[in-house]
T-cell receptor, first 111, second 115 residues
Framework: TQLLEQSPQFLSIQEGENLTVYCNSS?????LQWYRQEPGEGPVLLVT?????EVKKLKRLTFQFGDARKDSSLHITAAQPGDTGLYLC???????????FGTGTSLTVIP | ETGVTQTPRHLVMGMTNKKSLKCEQH?????MYWYKQSAKKPLELMFV???????ENNSVPSRFSPECPNSSHLFLHLHTLQPEDSALYLC??????????????FGPGTRLTVT
């Protein structure tokens, strides 16, 4: 089993603040995905990063894949209440058939 | 219906019952997945199907039996479950398996409680 540790586990911030969520592993992944899950729903894919060192931006969200393809970070600028949810990272095996999910970060943005 | 649908959304069953979870994808995908999401544990991949053939089986107890009659439907048959099997069971689909197989689309899940 390839373990992905996310930190922090819980995060509660005021609207307008910035935050960073980390996803770390000792294993190398062929790609890494970030999802957001809301209560009562399944995870929704936010982004996939494939190349070591890759940075992708999605409006106020910035995703980075570590150079060694073992870790990743998600940075949110000027958080909004709509960003509230459970953020999950997932690493894909070399075959692409296996997906290993992180422990999750529960984010609450207070208006 | 669009996307990935799952039924039932909630299920309570006794340890001696037999029940089935159903998943249907309306996306024209060729790969389907079952995941288990327990409280305070990472999402666990249980089974992977590609064009109705199982390609991954991650050491899941035999009391969970998957079935994929066609590329649009996936079932998870349950029998003699244990209370620790209570969890949210998520179905997902993607264009194909393997690297470059495309993103996974998840259903809303079935909340299972075993009493």
């Amino acid at each position: 089993t390839q373990l992905l540790e996310q930190s922090p586990q819980f995060l509660s911030i005021q609207e307008g603040e910035n935050l960073t969520v980390y996803c770390n592993s000792s294993s190398v992944f062929s790609s890494l995905q970030w999802y957001r899950q809301e209560p009562g729903e399944g995870p929704v894919l936010l982004v996939t990063v494939v190349t070591g060192g890759e940075v992708k931006k999605l409006k106020r969200l910035t995703f980075q894949f570590g150079d060694a393809r073992k870790d990743s970070s998600l940075h949110i600028t000027a958080a909004q209440p709509g960003d509230t949810g459970l953020y999950l990272c997932a690493g894909a095996s070399n075959t692409g058939n296996q997906f290993y999910f992180g422990t999750g970060t529960s984010l609450t943005v207070i208006p | 219906e669009t996307g990935v649908t799952q039924t039932p959304r909630h299920l309570v069953m006794g340890m001696t019952n037999k029940k089935s979870l159903k998943c249907e994808q309306h996306l024209g995908h060729n790969a389907m997945y079952w995941y288990k999401q327990s409280a305070k544990k990472p999402l666990e991949l249980m089974f992977v199907y590609s064009l109705e053939e199982r390609v991954e089986n991650n050491s899941v107890p035999s009391r969970f039996s998957p079935e994929c009659p066609n590329s649009s439907h996936l079932f998870l048959h349950l029998h003699t479950l244990q209370p620790e099997d209570s969890a949210l069971y998520l179905c997902a689909s993607s264009q194909s398996v393997g690297r470059g197989g495309g993103e996974q689309y998840f259903g809303p899940g079935t909340r299972l409680t075993v009493t």
